[in-house]
């Protein structure tokens, strides 16, 4: 098989199981058999129906903690008249989406098996972790990857700054991005780093400028606060009375404020992930001494370390998709180790 004919069938293979996840979902969600998910309904539906009718985004009772690119994603697929099926088809194009990048950063570090399988790790565990729901986190990872795969610093600052400003947690992902793409060429890094820092600014810029003309400037204020937390000195109320708001976040600690059901959660994902940590633990066992900065195995271990840290915040089964793809891919460089060694 040629080298174009089996990337068209890695690709088709996707996208048929993410479509397949994506149609089940949204054909017992038409059919009454499962709601969505409950911020959709009580929150985001209400915000995009009332930014169509012509509330300003982020005003008394348009405002939650989301960033504004998730509300584009959300007010454009409202505009559509078929808000909740066309949400969620499109959240199964995002992760074969996902699947493909997991593929071809495999590949860029001459792992091509294991980034097919990633992709097909991905594929699998995504439903256990509520990846096929409507939520943000699919959408972050996409970005997060695509900043990972490409080569061009001032493109990595882009993605990482669209991820940032679709779901606010990835931000933590910006510094350990940076450090990847300086790894990837030292020889230049005052110059990377520069068109990095750049295109992330431009971008956050530029949203932010378009939240200012589409609505007001006061929006993007607010916009800001409601994002990332910063105090602009402009306040509004939520859309729903129990929103975490930027400026009580402390209160999201769970490990401080609500340690039984953060421990609850921690155990339930920790059984879930069993059978990826498994076969990570052989990647890692394989390359003992070995893990260098350009391996595929130290890039996976890194940023699922680091993009555990939402989860361990607020331990809800979707904050674990940040860090899922990452442990796909230690997972399937464990398998490849394996079969190697045999």
């Not at 943000?136 to 001032?154: C, E, M, P």
């Not at 070995?290 to 699922?304: H, I, K, P, R």
Request: proline share 5%; glycine share 8%; with cysteine.
């Amino acid at each position: 098989m040629g080298r174009t004919r089996k990337g068209l069938a890695i690709v088709t293979m996707y996208f048929m199981a993410a479509m397949a996840w994506a149609v089940r979902r949204s054909w017992r969600v038409t059919q009454g058999q499962t709601p969505p998910a409950s911020d959709f309904i009580l929150v985001w539906q209400p915000i995009a129906e009332r930014v169509i009718a012509g509330a300003p985004l982020y005003s008394s009772g348009v405002a939650d903690n989301k960033p504004p690119l998730f509300f584009a994603i959300d007010i454009l697929t409202a505009m559509s008249g078929y808000h909740t099926v066309v949400f969620i088809l499109l959240t199964g194009i995002v992760n074969g989406l996902i699947a493909v990048v997991l593929w071809r950063i495999g590949r860029q570090y001459d792992s091509e098996f294991a980034g097919v399988l990633a992709g097909v790790l991905y594929l699998a565990c995504m439903p256990l972790f509520e990846g096929q729901y409507i939520q943000a986190g699919s959408y972050t990872v996409l970005f997060v990857l695509l900043a990972i795969q490409t080569d061009r610093a001032l493109w990595s600052g882009v993605w990482i700054a669209i991820s940032g400003l679709i779901y606010q947690y990835s931000v933590i992902l910006v510094p350990v991005v940076f450090g990847y793409q300086y790894l990837r060429d030292s020889r230049a890094p005052v110059k990377r780093g520069g068109f990095y820092i750049a295109g992330g600014l431009f971008t956050v810029v530029v949203v932010f400028l378009g939240v200012a003309l589409v609505y007001s400037p006061r929006s993007a204020l607010l916009g800001l606060h409601w994002s990332f937390g910063l105090p602009t000195g402009v306040t509004s109320e939520p859309v729903k009375t129990w929103t975490t708001s930027p400026d009580t976040y402390a209160s999201g600690l769970w490990i401080l404020t609500n340690q039984a059901e953060w421990t609850n959660g921690i155990k339930h994902a920790g059984k879930l992930l069993i059978p990826l940590l498994i076969p990570a633990a052989f990647a890692i066992r394989s390359q003992l001494g070995q893990l260098t900065e350009d391996s595929l195995s130290t890039l996976a271990l890194v940023f699922a370390l680091v993009s555990c840290v939402p989860f361990f915040i607020r331990s809800y089964l979707d904050y674990m998709i940040l860090s899922l793809p990452f442990f796909c891919l230690l997972a399937s460089e464990g398998v490849q180790s394996v079969i190697r060694s045999r």
